[in-house]
């Protein structure tokens, strides 16, 4: 949840929040095979792919960093980026990239 550990879409001189799905993350992205903010129900908000300038799996301006669940055996990650960075409309500018903090359950 800290501020600016995830930024991967937009600029922070003006923030785009969460935003999620292949058609709006369509530059650089990171994959969670359904990534979910519901622990109890992991296919409630069910999404694969997650940018913006907040971790969460609704697409909102003010939602900030949520916790996320995936439920997908086996667990991976991809992490997509083009290189359109200072060209891109709008520009995409000092993006710090992700930082994730993770625990691995056992299965049950």
């Keep these: 949840t800290s501020p600016q550990s995830f930024t991967i879409t937009g600029s922070t001189a003006s923030p785009v ?3 999620v799905g292949a058609t709006e993350c369509s530059k650089d992205w990171l994959t969670i095979p359904c990534v979910s903010d519901n622990s109890r ?17 609704i697409a909102s301006t003010t939602g900030g960093n ?5 439920y997908v055996k086996p667990f991976f990650l991809v992490y997509h980026t083009d290189a359109t960075e200072g060209s891109a409309s709008p520009p995409e500018l000092n993006n710090r990239g992700f930082c994730l903090n993770y625990v691995q ?3 049950v």
């Design 105 to 107: 359950q056992p299965c």
């Design 66 to 70: 949520v916790r996320v669940y995936s």
């Design 41 to 57: 129900n992991p296919s409630s908000n069910c999404q694969d792919r997650l940018c913006g300038d907040n971790l969460n799996v």
């Design 17 to 19: 929040g969460s935003i």
